[in-house]
């Protein structure tokens, strides 16, 4: 089970910190990514993260590359992503999920598990 938090309204410009804590299973052992999505759009993806291994590898989208920043702590089994420079473009749901595999995913179809999302809204 993943349990998403840390969405909010912010201002264009401004941060906010997304968590995803993961419950059950071997967390470690998975790809985790994040994903969004704005009304009437469909689902992004936005960042991924490999497994715990060696040679530990992310990925993100080109709207959000330079800006955010994704992360995992495989002792307290979460996944966040610190977003930076906000804008209203980014305003959606946010969904982490964890991968089939343990390399990087961009497809929504290469991951299993979803959380419930959380809501960003950046104002302007």
């Known amino acids: 089970q993943l349990q998403a938090s840390g969405g909010g309204l912010v201002q264009t410009g401004g941060s906010l910190r997304l968590s995803c804590l993961a419950s059950?299973?071997?967390?470690?052992?998975?790809?985790m990514g994040w994903f969004r999505q704005a009304p009437g759009k469909d689902r992004q993806f936005v960042a991924a993260i490999s497994w715990r291994g060696p040679g530990m590898f992310t990925k993100y989208s080109e709207s959000v590359k330079g800006r955010f920043t994704i992360s995992r702590d495989n002792a307290e089994n979460t996944v966040s992503l610190q977003m930076n420079s906000l804008n209203p473009e980014d305003t959606a749901v946010y969904y982490c999920?964890?991968?089939?595999?343990?390399?990087?995913?961009?497809?929504?179809?290469?991951?299993?598990?979803w959380g419930q999302g959380t809501l960003v809204t950046v104002s302007s």
């Open positions: 999920a964890r991968a089939r595999g343990t390399s990087v995913q961009t497809r929504a179809d290469q991951y299993a598990l």
């Open positions: 059950g299973g071997t967390f470690g052992m998975y790809a």
